[in-house]
T-cell receptor
Framework: GNSVTQMEGPVTLSEEAFLTINCTYT??????LFWYVQYPGEGLQLLLK?????DKGSNKGFEATYRKETTSFHLEKGSVQVSDSAVYFC??????????????FGQGTTLQVKP | DTAVSQTPKYLVTQMGNDKSIKCEQN?????MYWYKQDSKKFLKIMFS???????INETVPNRFSPKSPDKAHLNLHINSLELGDSAVYFC?????????????FGPGTRLTVL
């Protein structure tokens, strides 16, 4: 079945460090890929998405490129801030038969940024 | 203006009780979802409705019954609550259910069953 695997957390970085959170997926067909962020005590917010191979999603300094050849969608940011501390979820939506829109999530990666 | 709202935000109840969680979206979307987030923060789809029609019904105990009175509302009723039902429940909505449709989430309802 379809699945998403993220790197184990927590990830602890100093402010202004470079961030990479790895995400790989298994899916049939042509899924769309998403990154969601969950700040403490809040719901999920869509961070960025990519809907086809080689697309790059970007938002708030975060980027991720849809790599079909490596089935990956790694999240990157050049310089993290304390306010980026949150849980990051990689997800895919494969449509499948009937186009249900179902999102399949990775297990989440906790990022802690220290001043 | 809250896009996707849920009530209540916190729900503490005894085993065996029946409870409901309400969700409303003002985005004009036609598709709504319920997800469950467990204590390890793992998220899993439970149900989805499109134009008030049930589209997704994952392997969820039949104690859980979703109800969609109109496109803007999707409620979740849970009968005979069990300890294992303790979790955070998130409502979400999207316009359409294609793979590229973005889903917008509510703030979550933290259910604690004692």
């Amino acid at each position: 079945g379809n699945s998403v695997t993220q790197m184990e957390g927590p990830v602890t970085l100093s402010e202004e460090a470079f961030l990479t959170i790895n995400c790989t997926y298994t899916a049939t067909g042509y899924p769309s890929l998403f990154w969601y962020v969950q700040y403490p005590g809040e719901g999920l917010q869509l961070l960025l998405k990519a809907t086809k191979a080689d697309d790059k999603g970007s938002n708030k300094g975060f980027e991720a490129t849809y790599r079909k050849e490596t089935t990956s969608f790694h999240l990157e940011k050049g310089s993290v801030q304390v306010s980026d501390s949150a849980v990051y979820f990689c997800a895919l939506s494969d449509g499948g038969s009937g186009n249900t829109g179902k999102l399949i999530f990775g297990q989440g990666t906790t990022l802690q940024v220290k001043p | 203006d809250t896009a996707v709202s849920q009530t209540p935000k916190y729900l503490v109840t005894q085993m065996g009780n029946d409870k409901s969680i309400k969700c409303e979206q003002n985005l004009g979307h036609d598709t709504m979802y319920w997800y469950k987030q467990d204590s390890k923060k793992f998220l899993k789809i439970m149900f989805s409705y499109n134009n008030k029609e049930l589209i997704i019904n994952e392997t969820v105990p039949n104690r859980f019954s979703p109800k969609s009175p109109d496109k803007a509302h999707l409620n979740l009723h849970i009968n005979s609550l069990e300890l294992g039902d303790s979790a955070v429940y998130f409502c979400a909505s999207s316009q359409g259910r294609q793979p590229f449709s973005s889903q917008y989430f509510g703030p979550g309802t933290r259910l604690t069953v004692l």
